[in-house]
């Protein structure tokens, strides 16, 4: 789908990327995935030493590195500096970068559980419990979550799925402006909490009660030809591609790069799949790219 017209300007893709989000949330992984794509990572910079860095960094460009991109990654040991964060982002506009923050969340019972499996406490637990750490934490980052161009929830995601799904946001210099990813999802195991927009499948027949259709999933062939065959499912595509078209148009003009359209169904195994694969396919354009993600796939 084309989203506007070719003469539209669009604003330079993000090339000073700042990472933060909550405490076991992946900023570590973030960071690696970064590298990986040529990224230059400062780990645990304080925000009021971003401007110096952009100061820096501008200087390393004149003197020839044209194509260096730097990430931040800022935690809540900075916490001290978190209300200036905006203004520090905003200062390295002034050197010629294209500011950027990214914000890494998961839900509480996936905190609670990644600090068990390593026996850490959190940082802000003092003598509370590790929930009252997470909680003080998420109060405290809710401005910035709130502030973030990127909102990734990596509650159900293991480390190589996030790598995975960070990758199409972080590790492209070119092409499309926009990317849009779109997640399968079973709303037994929660909405996900980055989804832009959230599609509810549960309203096609579910092939989970027919025999041969059960063991195989949304991307078996047998499968989506018999979700897409019910009625109501082509003219919900449709409508789903119409309706993102003034959204994605919207998104290119103010600059928006990455979002999230979920698709749901029970246990996310056949009908959210399968639509997701398909709106995967309608939602390209020149401006656009999407990639898929099934977050609940195999888990059952």
Not at 119 to 141: A, S
Not at 195 to 216: C, G, I, K, Q, S
Not at 279 to 295: M, P, Q
């Amino acid at each position: 789908m084309v989203a506007d017209d070719d003469t539209t300007e669009r604003p330079a893709r993000a090339d000073f990327l700042v990472v933060t989000g909550m405490s076991g949330a992946g900023r570590s992984t973030a960071a690696n995935v970064l590298e990986d794509h040529g990224w230059y990572v400062v780990d645990n910079l304080p925000p009021q030493l971003i401007p110096a860095m952009g100061v820096l960094a501008s200087r390393a460009r004149e003197e020839g590195a044209a194509d260096l991109r730097i990430a931040a990654v800022v935690d809540v040991r900075a916490r001290p500096f978190t209300g200036e964060l905006r203004d520090h982002i905003a200062s390295v506009r002034e050197h010629g970068w294209h500011p950027q923050l990214m914000f890494l969340d998961a839900t509480d019972e996936a905190l609670v559980r990644r600090f068990e499996s390593v026996r850490r406490p959190h940082p802000l637990q003092r003598d509370g419990r590790l929930l009252d750490g997470i909680q003080t934490e998420r109060e405290l980052l809710r401005d910035l979550r709130a502030d973030a161009h990127v909102v990734i929830d990596t509650s159900g995601l293991n480390v190589h799925q996030l790598a995975r799904k960070l990758t199409p946001i972080v590790g492209v210099t070119g092409g499309p402006s926009l990317r849009l990813a779109v997640m399968s999802f079973g709303f037994k195991y929660g909405v996900p909490l980055d989804a832009d927009f959230v599609l509810d499948m549960r309203f096609l027949p579910n092939p989970f009660w027919v025999p041969e259709l059960r063991p195989l999933t949304g991307v078996d062939a047998p499968v989506a030809e018999y979700v897409m065959a019910q009625e109501g499912a082509g003219s919900f595509v449709d409508r789903t591609v119409a309706l993102m078209e003034p959204v994605t148009a919207g998104y290119l003009r103010e600059g928006r790069r990455y979002a999230t359209v979920a698709v749901g169904c029970t246990g996310g195994k056949h009908r959210s799949v399968a639509v997701a694969e398909a709106l995967s396919r309608r939602l390209v354009g020149d401006d656009i790219a999407t990639f898929v993600v099934h977050r609940d796939l195999g888990r059952e």
